[in-house]
């Protein structure tokens, strides 16, 4: 066999030095000219095929389903059926591997990870795959420099200092320990609530007694460049709770605790928190929300499921949102009105920053200030400076449309669904989305519920705004284009041909059956426990979307890194074999969703 085979490629690359070797003693190289048949329905197959060159196109009837490219592999399904079930055609002059079908039953009775990649459904496939991403997550983050955690800032006192002094700036500046300078020897103690125990005990008057007395000294220290694993090693072995943080010229940068240290490891979303809650002022703020995106691009490359993170980033953002307006409004303002989240933000499905998507409700009857256009500017030039742009169709609390009273919001809802036309079809389904994130929340709950009351009323509006699924076209028409390779330098916009189409699915499908989540996932568990949805099309469908957004972040990383705007599109060109492979499988996955909302909605009937 050829010592050129590609163990990088999926799914060969979940394989033991032994595994490999038996594939090397049973693998042969097999050619096909332009046009030949390679599999055709009906047959029984001796082999799995992994492509060297050339292509190889799947059709049913007169359909096509997929084309494999270099490094893709077929007909694993139909080797474990006994049974092709379609035809496999060389699109152009085709060298493949091709592995006997011993071999291949061997590897799935040895390897369940080979076996679940090979022919198992797109949920299995990547619930397989986050399982092994979960087993590197730890190690990546102790890998990390320590200055990529949370560090908070040191103050420093004289030894001279009295403690009910020190203990003041405790109070002041929500702090737990001070530095202590001028200490005998030109060294440095640190003193903490711990040590005011010992102070306390002492029994000499805390006005009268000097800090340095009882400061710990000499300090732990550590530098920025340090690796998270020796800080968390250093910590345990000296049996403290917090080290000192020094650049490479020695100078103190702040002071790493050890909650904040296993927080980081365990949930790094804790420390993002922390710095929200301390935040003083809009540019405090600002810093804790450029450690978002910090924090979603090691999530991700240490392998953490899209679903945790979108979790986490709702949960941080809302924070975010909620302290912003807080630090603008007056207390009167919040406490008699809503501010919500639309679109990605509402649903809990935002990763990287995109278009600001908000509205005010207010309690009927209250008389905002006069300068409430004011204030709601200062919040949106906030918003925009923590790295969330303007919303091109303003769609914000800015724009006097997008605030109103309970009452005045629920007569706009009522025009969107009596005047259907493109703008109210949107405004209506980004605010399904609404989510509220500072202030009285039953404000929102309200206005939601006489809007799905008044939807579900009518089958024909809901026939006009499912019909949006059709905006951006056909996804496999895009990939069958693709894959003909007409094109080669054409690129993917995974929002309009597989995103939007499964979330705007779900979200009118939930709409009919007056759900109440505004999260695709949700909403999709709760249309499975009322049998809208089979078991299986859920799981396919939640797993197909947080795929489709999985590379999405990827490609938008990628683009980050290189000084880039954010596009939201892929090269598929540049996706790997096992990417290529799922991108079909979650394409397929659309397809039929279109079809069970084509006849749910009788949309070719509009």
């Known amino acids: ?44 197959p001796t082999h799995l095929f992994v492509l060297i060159k050339g292509y190889v196109t799947q059709t049913e009837g007169d359909e096509v389903l997929a084309t494999y490219g270099p490094d893709d592999t077929f007909d694993g399904r139909g080797l474990v059926a006994g049974r092709v ?58 890998l990390a420099r320590v200055d990529q955690a949370y560090l908070r800032p040191a103050h420093s006192v004289d030894a001279q200092t ?92 702040g002071i790493l605790e ?11 979303s804790h420390l993002i928190t922390v710095q929200i809650e301390q935040a003083s002022d809009l540019p405090a703020l600002a810093q804790a929300a450029a450690q978002i995106t910090r924090l979603i691009a090691l999530l991700y490359r240490g392998g953490t499921r899209i679903s945790l993170m979108t979790t986490l980033v709702q949960q941080l953002n809302a924070r975010l949102f909620e302290r912003a307006w807080a630090m603008v409004a007056p207390p009167e303002l919040v406490a008699h009105s809503c501010l919500f989240v639309m679109g990605s933000e509402g649903r809990g499905e935002q990763l990287l ?38 919303c091109p169709g303003h769609i914000m609390v800015s724009n006097p449309q997008w605030r109103a009273s309970a009452s005045e919001f629920g007569q706009k809802a009522r025009q969107w669904l009596l005047l259907p036309d493109a703008d109210s079809l949107m405004h209506l389904a980004i605010f399904m989305d609404a989510h509220a994130v500072a202030g009285d929340a039953s404000l929102l709950a309200a206005v939601r519920e ?24 056909s996804s496999t028409s895009w990939w069958n284009r693709w894959l003909a390779r007409s094109d080669g330098a054409q690129h993917l916009n995974l929002k309009k041909e597989g995103i939007f ?23 999709i568990a709760a249309l499975v426990a009322d049998g809208t949805l089979s078991s299986a099309q859920g799981d396919e469908l939640t797993e197909s979307l947080y795929f489709l957004m999985g590379l999405r972040l990827k490609a938008g990383l990628a683009e980050l890194d290189t000084g880039r705007a954010v596009s939201g599109e892929v090269a598929p060109e540049r996706l790997s074999s096992l990417e290529r492979d799922l991108l079909k499988d979650t394409l397929s ?18």
């Open 258 to 268: 050890a909650l904040d240290l296993f927080s980081f490891l365990a949930n790094h």
């Open 85 to 142: 079930s379609s035809r496999f055609v060389a699109a152009e002059e085709v060298v493949a591997y091709q592995l006997t079908h011993e071999a291949v039953n061997t590897l799935i009775a040895r390897n369940t990870t080979f076996g679940a990649l090979l022919f198992s459904d797109i949920g299995h496939k990547l619930s397989t795959l986050a399982q092994r991403g979960d087993q590197h997550e730890l190690q990546s983050l102790t």
């Open 450 to 473: 006489r809007l799905v009351t008044l939807a579900t009323d009518s089958d024909a509006m809901l026939g006009r705004f499912a019909a949006a699924v059709e905006a951006f076209g």
């Open 353 to 390: 920053k995109t278009d600001q998507d908000n509205g005010l409700i207010l309690r009927d009857g209250y008389q905002p200030p006069d300068d409430l256009q004011a204030i709601c500017q200062r919040f949106s030039q906030a918003l925009a400076d923590f790295g969330y742009p303007e």
């Open 162 to 253: 009295d403690i009910v002094s020190v203990v003041r700036i405790f109070q002041a500046q929500r702090t737990t320990s001070v530095l202590v300078t001028g200490l005998p020897g030109g060294a440095m103690g640190i003193f903490s609530n711990t040590t005011l125990q010992r102070a306390i005990l002492d029994g000499r008057p805390l006005a009268q007694l000097a800090v340095g007395e009882l400061a710990s000294s000499p300090v732990v220290t550590v530098r920025t460049s340090d690796q998270l694993g020796d800080a968390m090693a250093q910590l345990l072995r000296s049996r403290i709770h917090r080290l000192v943080v020094l650049d490479e010229a020695g100078q103190v940068r």
């Open 589 to 606: 996955v659309v397809k039929r969703f279109k079809v069970l909302l084509h006849h749910r909605f009788r949309l070719d009937a509009l």
């Open 1 to 44: 066999m050829p010592n050129a085979f590609n163990f990088a490629a999926s799914p060969f690359d979940c394989l033991t030095p032994d595994e490999r070797g038996l594939v090397r003693q049973n693998v042969d190289i097999a050619y096909f000219p332009e046009g030949a048949v390679v599999l055709d329905v009906g047959v029984v």
């Open 501 to 523: 189409p499964i979330v705007h699915g779900v979200r009118s499908l939930a709409l009919a059956q007056r759900v109440a989540p505004t999260s695709t996932a949700d909403r």
